[in-house]
Nanobody, 117 residues
Framework: QVQLVESGGGLVQAGGSLRLSCAAS????????MKWYRQAPGKQRVLVAV???????DYANSVKGRFTISRDNAKSTAYLQMNSLKPEDTAVYYC???????????WGQGTQVTVSS
């Protein structure tokens, strides 16, 4: 049974930091590209950051320079370090695992991030 469990969300003031974690089980973690998405109320889910199996990362323009995605294959965990948070970063954050070269894709349940002004 595949599980992706996000943690680390919460309420933070503007300018603050949070670190999200996504712990995976039931998959060969190193064979998956890991992504973080977010969905604000009334809006579509959008891609925030992606990290390949080899560690190459990319970011949405809105978070470049503030967010850092990383992964620890030994712990089967992906992270999203979020600094200089803004109220517009408020959303439910989801992690997603995409099988490299294959069709499998899995989602976590999401974790709420709320940034107060």
């Amino acid at each position: 049974q595949v599980q992706l469990v996000e943690s680390g969300g919460g309420l933070v003031q503007a300018g603050g930091s949070l670190r999200l974690s996504c712990a995976a089980s039931g998959i060969i973690f190193s064979m998956y590209t890991m992504k973080w998405y977010r969905q604000a109320p009334g809006k579509q889910r959008v891609l925030v950051a992606v990290i390949g199996s080899g560690g190459a990362a990319d970011y949405a323009n809105s978070v470049k320079g503030r967010f850092t995605i990383s992964r620890d294959n030994a712990k089967s965990t992906a992270y999203l370090q979020m600094n200089s948070l803004k109220p517009e970063d408020t959303a439910v954050y989801y992690c997603n695992a995409n099988q490299v070269g294959g069709p499998r894709s899995y989602w976590g349940q999401g974790t709420q991030v709320t940034v107060s002004s």
